[in-house]
């Protein structure tokens, strides 16, 4: 096995007014999730994203200030921004920091996914 960092770029899908991005797995500490979503583009006022963290095991403080940042930014916009399908180590960080406060969070029995597939505004 080399000591390459694989970077994938997270799966995106749209329905509407509603953006899945799906996080794919990475090998590297560096900030992965923060680079993901430095490259979303702006978009306009009413769009959902909802950031799909299944493929997410650790957060480092990078990735948490540029959540914040896009929740600022969507906020600002008009936009909504919902985190789902979080491990429970990756939640748990949320709860320590009081993040959870600020983001949207979906429960564990929420089901957003089945909602944007069936064409429901979430």
Not at 93 to 102: A, H, K, P
């Amino acid at each position: 096995m080399s000591g390459r960092i694989v970077c994938v770029a997270p799966k995106v899908e749209r329905n509407g007014d509603v953006v899945i991005l799906t996080f794919a797995p990475h090998r590297d500490a560096g900030g992965s999730l923060a680079r993901d979503l430095a490259g979303l583009p702006a978009r306009a006022g009413g769009c959902h994203l909802l950031l799909d963290f299944t493929a997410v095991e650790y957060l480092n403080s990078t990735d948490l200030g540029t959540l914040i940042a896009l929740h600022r930014r969507a906020e600002g916009a008009g936009e909504r921004l919902t985190l789902f399908n979080l491990s429970a180590s990756v939640f748990k960080l949320f709860t320590i920091t009081r993040l959870d406060t600020l983001l949207e969070i979906c429960r564990p029995d929420a089901a957003p996914v089945a909602a944007w597939a069936a064409g429901d505004r979430l």
